[in-house]
C-alpha cells in the first residue's frame, strides 16, 4: 500500500470521510468546524469530526531547492539538465564514471533562467528528448532525470 501523495493531482474530500488520512498545518484539516493539531490526522469518528494523530511518511513530491550560483561552482561533479544537452543513453560512461567519482548533483532550473548559459562549464544532458513541449516543469524534469539516471547507473 502506498502513503498518500499531497500532489495537486491527488484531490482530499472536503466531507468528513472515516479512514481518510490528511496532512494538517496550522490547525487547518480542509474540512468547516473541524481542526486538528499540525502534523498528519486519521479521520476516526466523521459524525463528530474526531481525528487522530496518525503515524506515517506524508510524500508531498520533492522539495525544490534554491541554491546561489556561487554554491554551485563550488559543487563537485554537477551536470546540468536541458534540451540542449547531450543524451544521457549515449554518454552512459562518463555518467558511471563521474558517479563513481563521488556521486553526481543534478541542477535543474527554469527555462527562463538560463542555467545551462549561467554554468557554460557544467556537462549538460537531455533527459527528455523529443519533449513536445516548449517548457517542461522543474518537478516533471527531476522525476524524468532521476528514472534515467537511476537506469544508467544501475
Same mark, same amino acid.
Given at each position: 500500500?502506498?502513503?498518500p501523495i499531497n500532489i495537486p493531482y491527488h484531490?482530499?474530500?472536503?466531507?468528513k470521510v472515516e479512514g481518510e488520512i490528511r496532512k494538517i498545518e496550522r490547525g487547518d484539516t480542509g474540512i468547516e468546524g473541524c481542526t486538528c493539531s499540525d502534523g498528519v490526522a486519521l479521520m476516526i469518528n466523521s459524525e463528530e469530526c474526531k481525528m487522530t494523530r496518525y503515524i506515517s511518511i506524508f510524500y508531498d513530491g520533492p522539495v525544490l531547492e534554491i541554491i $546561489? @550560483?556561487?554554491d554551485i561552482n563550488n559543487m563537485e561533479n554537477v551536470i546540468? $539538465?536541458?534540451r540542449s544537452g547531450l543524451n544521457p543513453l549515449e554518454n552512459s560512461s562518463f555518467l %558511471? /564514471? #563521474?558517479?563513481? %567519482? %563521488?556521486?553526481i548533483t543534478l541542477l535543474i532550473g +527554469? +527555462? @527562463?533562467?538560463?542555467?545551462k548559459r549561467k554554468f557554460q562549464n557544467l556537462p549538460a544532458f537531455n533527459f527528455i528528448t523529443k519533449q513536445g513541449t /516548449?517548457?517542461?516543469?522543474? %518537478? @516533471? &524534469? #527531476?522525476? /524524468? &532525470?532521476?528514472?534515467?539516471?537511476?537506469?544508467v547507473l544501475g
Amino acid at each position: 500500500m502506498l502513503y498518500p501523495i499531497n500532489i495537486p493531482y491527488h484531490t482530499v474530500s472536503t466531507d468528513k470521510v472515516e479512514g481518510e488520512i490528511r496532512k494538517i498545518e496550522r490547525g487547518d484539516t480542509g474540512i468547516e468546524g473541524c481542526t486538528c493539531s499540525d502534523g498528519v490526522a486519521l479521520m476516526i469518528n466523521s459524525e463528530e469530526c474526531k481525528m487522530t494523530r496518525y503515524i506515517s511518511i506524508f510524500y508531498d513530491g520533492p522539495v525544490l531547492e534554491i541554491i $546561489s @550560483e556561487r554554491d554551485i561552482n563550488n559543487m563537485e561533479n554537477v551536470i546540468v $539538465s536541458s534540451r540542449s544537452g547531450l543524451n544521457p543513453l549515449e554518454n552512459s560512461s562518463f555518467l %558511471k /564514471s #563521474l558517479y563513481q %567519482k %563521488k556521486g553526481i548533483t543534478l541542477l535543474i532550473g +527554469p +527555462p @527562463e533562467g538560463g542555467v545551462k548559459r549561467k554554468f557554460q562549464n557544467l556537462p549538460a544532458f537531455n533527459f527528455i528528448t523529443k519533449q513536445g513541449t /516548449s517548457n517542461v516543469r522543474s %518537478k @516533471e &524534469a #527531476l522525476f /524524468s &532525470a532521476l528514472s534515467i539516471l537511476n537506469s544508467v547507473l544501475g
